[in-house]
């Protein structure tokens, strides 16, 4: 999974920072166990830092991430989905 050509939506192009994209997709490749077709990534601020929980149902995975060093925080809740021809990442009210 997760191992075809990657898209994001004009919602992720417009509100999310590139550096963070990168991030998020580096995220689901350090994922150890085998992965859900439907990932799930909230990022907030917290005291000025880019926080960033990226989760799944099936089999359960969580993980916390906390990245000072972003320029502009972010908060929204970002899905990436792969449907077997392509993976896509969107925020979560496009989807």
């Not at 000072?68 to 972010?74: A, M």
């Not at 899905?79 to 989807?95: P, R, V």
């Amino acid at each position: 999974m997760f191992q075809n050509q990657r898209y994001l939506t004009r919602g992720v192009q417009e509100t999310i920072p590139p550096e963070l994209q990168l991030f998020m997709w580096d995220a689901l490749e350090a994922v150890p166990e085998s992965k859900d077709y439907f990932q799930i990534l909230r990022l907030f601020v917290l005291n000025g830092i880019q926080c960033i929980e990226h989760e799944q149902e099936q089999p359960p995975f969580k993980r916390e991430y906390l990245l000072p060093i972003v320029e502009n925080p972010t908060t929204a809740k970002v899905y990436i989905i792969d449907d077997g021809d392509h993976s896509t990442m969107l925020l979560a009210e496009e989807y």
